[in-house]
């Protein structure tokens, strides 16, 4: 991003310039006008040189943002510039075909993002002539877009009021004002958002660019208000005001309920092979990994007969079964524990098997696929990713054979 130097030149003046004008921006638990100026020169010689940040394309700005949602930098940056390689513009978004950009989204999880990102861009598309609007409510109204993506493209991309509030916003606000709210409840995003939202529109005049103030936030949070380990408030441009950190009591914030416990399911992963060639079910349209491919499964952790007699009902005919790797896969409320079961079966005439719905698991479709195939074009969720490397790595890992 590049950044522009009108703030730079007095760091803090404007906004004390202000203060005395108004005697109302006293800074108390729910106000921020007295952080903005730090953070942002202190943004301009800390930030990482990140992809994103390269120029103010809305485009790209909104697909890092929708990434970077539950995801660490690191692990979004190959994929963000695989994305962009093969989708440049909105139009090449919006004109995809989903199992191209499912398998594009591949391991990235949380496939529902990625799903309207399409309806977004067809909607950009259809009503925006294939541009972003420069328009905060209009960016907020596109599927898939909350208020902090919303936010985010609006400030940085086109320099307009309004804040980015996450978790890491919340976090480190939250310390620096002693704020004891819990940010567990959504009306607590949703006042901080609009009270940092009135900061930033009445001090327009005095912060020439929104955008900088939000990714500084971004990264003070990201690098040294941190949320797994002590914060590194030496190095922080608001340690001489955080109230956090003047009182000692930064640890105790943010604020934040316990979650529900996870339900654990248990489930058996059935790697069905006929030679070089694997089983695979698509999952429906709506619910958990909706549209994706998996493995056949059974729920509960079955013994090796069950998994034969249901291998057999799908019409195929086991040659041997091996006990293989277990795994677990945590979603936000659901944790799966799996064991697994390779099974080689005769050979295979057809490319596609109908179960009918009078089979025990009802009517389904799988497919026989070759490996290479598989790997390269079907979207296999990263919940699986321990049996997909089993697979595409060739590694006999079997337990035992009856």
Known sequence: MNSRDD????????????????PDTTIDSHHYRELIEPAMAWYENHHRDLPWRQNQDPYRIWISEIMLQQTRVEAVIPYYERFLTALPTIQDLANCPEDQLLKLWEGLGYYSRVRNLKKAAEVILRDYDGKMPADHDAILSLPGIGPYTAGAISSIAFGLPYSAVDGNALRILTRARLDDRNIAE?????????????????????????????????EIGATVCLP???????????????????????????????????????????????????????RPDKGLLAGLYEFPSLDGHVEPNIALDYVKQMGLEPLRIEESIPAKHIFSHIEWRMKSYIVHVAQVTEDIIEVPAESKQG?????????????????????????????WGGKKRGKRKK
């Open 186 to 218: 959504e009306k607590t995003k949703k006042a901080i958002t609009k009270e940092l939202d009135q900061d930033l529109q009445a001090l327009t005049a005095y912060i020439s660019s929104p955008g900088i103030f939000n990714q500084a936030m971004m």
């Open 7 to 22: 703030h730079k030149k007095n760091p803090g003046q404007n906004i004390s310039d202000q203060k005395k004008k108004d």
């Open 363 to 391: 009517a389904k479709s799988y497919l026989l696929a070759e490996l290479h195939e598989a790997k390269e074009t079907y979207a296999i969720p990263s919940a699986f990713q321990k049996y997909t490397e089993l697979l």
């Open 228 to 282: 797994n380990a002590a914060p590194k408030c030496q190095e922080c441009p608001w340690n001489t005001m955080c109230m956090g950190y003047i009182s000692n009591r930064m640890m105790e914030f943010p604020v934040k309920t316990k979650a529900k416990a996870r339900r654990i399911e248990k489930r058996s992963i059935l790697l069905i092979r006929d030679g070089e060639r694997v089983l695979l079910h698509k």
